[in-house]
């Protein structure tokens, strides 16, 4: 009641009514809703419905009067915390009223309750009467709700607790742009603008350095912070009751109350509208380029196994599997390259951009490059059907699906994308296989990403699934040498290919081996004209070099030009049909 009307009332009720402050008087500007509570009005039920409703509660006792301290052990703390989960306890604010009345403090016997409980946030001695602190009891406990201790520090300890050095950790990775372990004053007036909207002067720059010179050994190197010395001053931050410094920090790079990341913050909402996919634009190729060069730190432009445990130290977990690297281009090392590096987040973008975007938030995306949110990476490609329309699209990423029957070759021909021959192929470890290879293509001078799936062999009887479908382009893949492959290619396409949008494209693969006449009622070549297909395409790995990648880039023209791809096939037939098939083949190959 003294602190709605700023003075103190000549008849105190039992019990004041509730009441909200707004957000616009109070100094972290949130309304903030009182309740008062009476044992001589109210029932102990609606004691315990008050408690599991609260945010904070202020246990208030008399500084004058022995038996009132006493009742905050023996009585109050015991009633709340058996009313209270374990693992979310309320934090308690310690309130001394009267002190008008009394010469001394209370502080000497608080002190030790204090540090017996950890819930305690605070205490403080008041005066009602008079006024005093009775706006900062309010203010302790908004900040209490707002920037708890309990998640941050153990006071028994005296040390952060583990989930706050994690958490910390991970800010200072993020923020050390150069990834030498120490933040210079440019990073660290980044870091002081991103979290305060404000740089440091540099003297006080070098005020906050010297604080943890005199303080630690290695928390200043090379005139810059290391993590030792971040941890230290955050550390010293809470000790001396500046919590909410370390909080806005926590807050600003994405993370809860609990120390965990937000939903909100890793996965922001994207709309996706039908027939629309998902590519990184050029301001998220440029951040992923940023990080691939602050961790490759021998410059061969290969990420090592330690490189890329480094780079994934922001994360819970670790992403990427030994899959990848039978995903993507690799050295001779088997190192992730960097077009590779930067095709496996292609590839994430384009199959599951909500795992893209809480990859990007691990990474700290939105700070680093000062955007609202992960989506700003996005692109939203429009509708196919529009590209159809007008026989153009702006896309980047094309996909294209594999079918053939069991031994065709698919898998070579999956492997092979990424310049793999047969030899290195058989080097794969079976459970290290992946279903995808991506890598990019050049369609008339422009750069684009092809991303390869393998489908796996159903017999013809089944119903392929949606994802078998669904794709830019279609390779139908046989084996020359098995009489009965030609036949599984041939139905699946009149049963599903025949009347779509879809191109396709037949491969006569193994073609190093003797052709084995097709026990189909057509020919691979008489079917391809009378469906009006490329005549087959044919295809080995069983090389010395890395096999010829023409083909995919044919593959990927089609997928671009779906319409143009059905009027070359027929003037192919034709040049075919006019000049035999020597002409044709060197006709092919023109674009």
């Not at 912070?225 to 009751?241: A, V």
């Not at 370390?246 to 027939?275: C, S």
């Not at 008339?444 to 669904?470: M, N, W």
């Not at 997928?559 to 049909?577: G, K, S, T």
Request: net charge negative.
């Amino acid at each position: 009641m003294s602190l709605v009307s700023e003075e103190f009332p000549d008849d105190v009720p039992l019990r004041a009514e509730e009441i909200t402050i707004p957000a616009d008087v109070t100094p972290e500007r949130v309304p903030t809703h009182i309740v008062d509570y009476s044992e001589a009005e109210q029932s102990d039920e609606q004691l315990y419905q008050e408690i599991s409703k609260a945010n904070v509660i202020c246990i208030v006792y008399s500084v004058n009067n022995k038996k009132s301290i006493e009742k905050v052990t023996s009585h109050w703390i015991p009633l709340i915390n058996d009313r209270t989960d374990k693992d979310s306890r309320v934090p308690l604010i310690l309130v001394g009223n009267k002190s008008d009345l009394v010469e001394h403090s209370s502080m000497e016997t608080i002190l030790p309750i204090m540090n017996q409980y950890s819930d305690i946030e605070t205490c403080v001695e008041c005066s009602a009467k008079n006024l005093k602190n009775i706006s900062e009891l309010f203010y302790y406990a908004q900040k209490a709700v707002l920037h708890p201790t309990g998640p941050l520090y153990c006071p028994e300890e005296k040390e952060m607790k583990p989930s706050c050095i994690k958490s910390l950790t991970r800010i200072f990775k993020v923020s050390d742009l150069d990834n030498d372990g120490i933040l210079n004053d440019k990073e660290l007036n980044f870091f002081q603008r991103t979290c305060f909207n404000m740089p440091l002067a540099p003297q006080a720059l070098e005020d906050v350095k010297n604080v943890v010179r005199k303080n630690i050994m290695d928390g200043v190197e090379d005139n810059g912070l290391t993590l030792k010395g971040f941890l230290f001053l955050h550390t010293l931050f809470i000790q001396r009751g500046r919590h909410e410094t370390t909080w806005t920090v926590l807050r600003r790079f994405g993370y809860d109350d609990d120390l965990e990341l937000h939903q909100e913050y890793l996965f922001p909402l994207l709309k996706i509208p039908a027939d629309c996919t998902t590519e990184l634009n050029h301001n998220a190729y440029l951040f992923l380029q940023s990080v691939f060069d602050k961790h490759d730190k021998d410059r061969d432009c290969a990420l090592s196994p330690d490189e890329v445990k480094d780079l994934f130290k922001v994360f819970p977990y670790m992403p990427w599997g030994p899959d990848v690297n039978n995903t993507v281009c690799t050295n001779d090392q088997g190192w992730i390259t960097y077009q590779g590096y930067l095709s496996q987040w292609t590839l994430t973008t384009y199959l599951d951009v909500q795992r893209c975007l809480e990859y990007l938030g691990y990474l700290g995306y939105s700070i680093i490059c000062e955007q609202e949110s992960q989506a700003a990476a996005i692109t939203v490609t429009r509708n196919k059907r529009i590209d159809l329309q007008k026989k153009q699209t702006q896309r980047s990423v094309f996909r294209c699906n594999i079918l053939g029957a069991r031994g065709s070759g698919k898998t070579s021909f999956l492997q092979a994308f990424l310049g793999r021959n047969l030899l290195k192929q058989r080097k794969i470890r079976e459970d290290h296989k992946s279903f995808y290879s991506i890598n990019t293509t050049y369609v008339y001078g422009q750069e684009k990403y092809l991303l390869v799936r393998l489908c796996i062999s159903l017999p013809v009887s089944c119903f392929l699934p949606e994802e078998d479908l669904a794709c830019d382009v279609v390779c139908l893949v046989y084996d020359v040498n098995n009489p009965r492959s030609f036949e599984y290619c041939a139905k699946v396409y009149k049963q599903y290919f025949m009347d779509s949008k879809t191109p396709c494209m037949m491969i006569a693969s193994k073609s190093d081996l003797h052709e084995a006449r097709q026990h189909y009622s057509l020919t691979p070549l008489d079917f391809c004209r009378k469906n009006k297909l490329h005549p087959p395409q044919p295809w080995t790995c069983n090389t010395v070099d890395a096999p010829n990648k023409d083909l995919y880039t044919k593959l990927t023209t089609m997928a671009m030009y779906p319409v143009l791809y059905v009027v070359r096939a027929l003037l192919l037939f034709c040049v075919h049909w006019v000049f035999g098939m020597d002409c044709f083949s060197s006709v092919s190959g023109c674009r």
